[in-house]
């Protein structure tokens, strides 16, 4: 079984249309990731969950919010897409907020025409 | 924001030699980490640094936690075509909140057969 499993894989859209991405893990973590992978490999974190708490980094645009039903799960909607949304989008999570290993998800590759 | 700074950032290689990779950043921290990202795939760790000055292996992988708290190093023995990929260096402060790991540019690994 995957431990941390994003759907969809793959995503083309239009610009100006919504999206979401789902990610849900099976390790029992309490902490759960989104990253944003551009062009350049560059992996920059956009949101932290942990236990009811949202951590949101401030330079991501409010078009994109997180949203996490129960502990398990930490999806990404996305509004409005624009052209420099496009990237792959990592789910990690990890046991508690502190140093323990972060997993990742095999990625979401979104791209905005 | 913390900024790391990873050189260098490509290496092409023939089978069997040693890789040395590093990271500096301008501020401490108090974990370093080191994942692998397999193309299509998200990252995997590696090597997990906790403490100023170690040392610590995995396989043919080593890594280093620098005396300054600014700095870490990967090397890898005896390169062999598996080992493509890229490499990203992690650093976390794990104090006032900040567990949230800072990854580097990364460093992307071709071994030549």
């Known amino acids: 079984d995957t431990a941390v499993s994003q759907t969809p894989k793959y995503l083309v859209t239009q610009m100006g249309n919504d999206k979401s991405i789902k990610c849900e893990q099976n390790?029992?973590?309490?902490?759960m990731y989104w990253y944003k992978q551009d062009s350049k490999k560059f992996l920059k974190i956009m949101f932290s969950y942990n236990n009811k708490e949202l951590i949101i980094n401030e330079t991501v645009p409010n078009r994109f919010s997180p949203k996490s039903p129960d502990k398990a799960h930490l999806n990404l909607h996305i509004n409005s897409l624009e052209l420099g949304d496009s990237a792959v989008y990592f789910c990690a999570s990890r046991q508690g907020a502190g140093t323990g290993e972060l997993f990742f998800g095999e990625g979401s590759r979104l791209t905005v025409l | 924001g913390q900024q790391l700074n990873q050189s260098p950032q490509s290496m092409f290689i023939q089978e069997g030699e040693d890789v040395s990779m590093n990271c500096t950043s301008s501020?401490?921290?108090?974990?370093w980490l080191w994942y692998k990202q397999d193309p299509g795939e998200g990252p995997v760790l590696l090597i997990a640094l906790y403490k100023a000055g170690e040392l610590t292996s995995n396989g043919r992988l080593t890594a280093q936690f620098g005396i300054t708290r600014k700095d870490s190093f990967l090397n890898i023995s005896a390169s062999i075509p598996s080992d493509v990929g890229i490499y990203f260096c992690?650093?976390?402060?794990?104090?006032?909140?900040?567990?949230?790991?800072?990854f580097g540019r990364g460093t992307s690994l071709i071994v030549h057969p």
């Open positions: 390790l029992g973590h309490d902490t």
């Open positions: 501020s401490i921290f108090n974990t």
């Open positions: 992690a650093g976390q402060l794990g104090t006032g909140g900040s567990y949230i790991p800072t």
